[in-house]
């Protein structure tokens, strides 16, 4: 059931940015800063997952990918790092993560920041449409023409469809799809040069890539073990 527009409007709301960050890089904080300004947010929360819930095994510790987070997000007015879902038992729902935010900030609208990709697969998350009962969902997209989703998707979003303003007006419940600056770099992408023993020099902060040299992270690709005998 719709929600009516509060007025006055809700504070700026708070943006959510999940992710493995196996490492974090600039395919993640360009956008999330672009997000901060265009969509004049309080501040974007990165929340490192301990285990995800959607892929394997990350390369690194929880506690060293936060580390990393940490490292690549310092001295940037409005970026935030969240450390919850590492305090957490068991696999690393977003929902989860949402509703312990919610209790934490009643009155801020919430968003829900995905890259396209994560969002083409949402239908497959835990309890994902209660993700938007507990915050807005913010789409990074290309800019141009956006592509289909699955019908049950489609149903998802036709009711949600939000502008920027309704982002301020209730708490939860909009979907929006924002333009930005999409680079083209992945975490397995680094991975694997650091892996060769080449550079990903410019694809990342050099705060965290000299963590990473430090620390030795990332020198070898996780082997996989064959099931036939
Ligand atoms: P991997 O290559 O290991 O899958 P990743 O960087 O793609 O790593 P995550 O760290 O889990 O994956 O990404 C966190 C969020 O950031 C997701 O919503 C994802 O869609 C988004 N994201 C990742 N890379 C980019 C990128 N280059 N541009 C825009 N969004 C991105």
């Known amino acids: 059931m719709p929600v009516a527009p509060r007025f006055p409007p809700c504070p700026h709301p708070i943006g959510v940015l999940g992710g493995t960050f196996d490492p974090i890089h600039y395919g993640h904080l360009r956008p999330a800063l672009e997000l901060l300004e265009a969509l004049d947010l309080a501040e974007i929360r990165f929340v490192p997952c301990r285990i995800p819930a959607h892929r394997g095994a990350p390369q690194i510790t929880a506690e060293q990918r936060l580390a990393l987070v940490r490292l690549a997000t310092a001295g940037q007015t409005g970026f935030v790092v969240d450390d919850r879902e590492l305090r957490r038992e068991g696999p690393s729902y977003m929902v989860d993560t949402l ?85 083209d770099i992945s975490a397995t992408y680094i991975r694997a040069l650091l892996a060769r023993g080449q550079s990903p020099r410019f694809l990342l902060p050099e705060t965290a890539l000299a963590h990473i040299h430090e620390r030795a992270l990332y020198r070898s690709l996780p082997t996989l073990t064959s099931v036939t005998s």
């Open 99 to 183: 509703a312990s935010l919610r209790e934490d900030f009643e009155d801020i609208p919430l968003c829900l920041i995905v890259g396209v990709d994560a969002f083409r697969e949402l239908h497959t998350w835990h309890r994902w449409r209660e993700l938007s009962q507990f915050a807005h969902i913010v789409v990074m997209q290309r800019p141009g023409p956006s592509k289909s989703f699955v019908p049950v998707l489609e149903e998802f979003i036709a009711p949600r469809m939000a502008d920027s303003a309704a982002l301020r007006q209730r708490l939860a419940g909009g979907i929006l799809f924002q333009p930005v600056t999409q680079l």
